[in-house]
């Protein structure tokens, strides 16, 4: 049986190039961030979010974790991540992070223009976005 146009693309971003880019009317894939991960859900049912996400310059977001990874895509500005125990990681426009689960953090925009982002996670379904870590003294 031969393949569809559909069945070749998404064939084709096994090697993150679709062999369809060069036919006319086609959409190029660009991949941006490739990881593989051992810490998504594994129930039954997964939901799949993605929100956006603006910080004003000097915003600080609540310390928290999360349960599952998080992908950070940035579209403007530069978001910068402080988790506990590691370096800052500063994600500047069109660059990708994934936010570790169960990893206490805070993000901020440290610069002069709004952090724009984009957050793409799949969780058990009705998880809460994140979870509060309570300050310590």
Same mark, same amino acid.
């Given at each position: 049986m031969e393949k569809t146009t559909v069945q070749k693309m998404i064939a084709a971003l096994d090697v993150g190039v679709t062999r369809s880019a060069r036919e006319k009317g086609m959409a190029k894939l660009t991949p941006l961030h490739r990881e593989v991960l051992s810490t998504l859900p594994q129930g039954t049912m997964q939901e799949v979010r993605v929100l956006h996400a603006v910080l004003q310059p000097g915003d600080?977001?609540?310390h &928290?974790? &999360?349960?599952?990874?998080?992908?950070?895509?940035?579209?403007?500005?530069?978001?910068t991540l402080n988790l506990e125990g590691r370096d800052p990681v500063s994600v500047g426009p069109g660059e990708v992070f994934v936010e570790p689960p169960h990893v206490n953090m805070t993000?901020?925009?440290?610069?002069?223009?709004?952090?724009t982002t984009i957050l793409f996670y799949v969780c058990d379904p009705e998880a809460p976005f994140a979870d509060p870590v309570p300050a310590t003294s």
């Open positions: 600080v977001t609540p &928290h974790s &999360h349960r599952f990874p998080v992908t950070v895509f940035v579209t403007e500005g530069v978001f993000g901020s925009n440290e610069g002069s223009v709004p952090a």
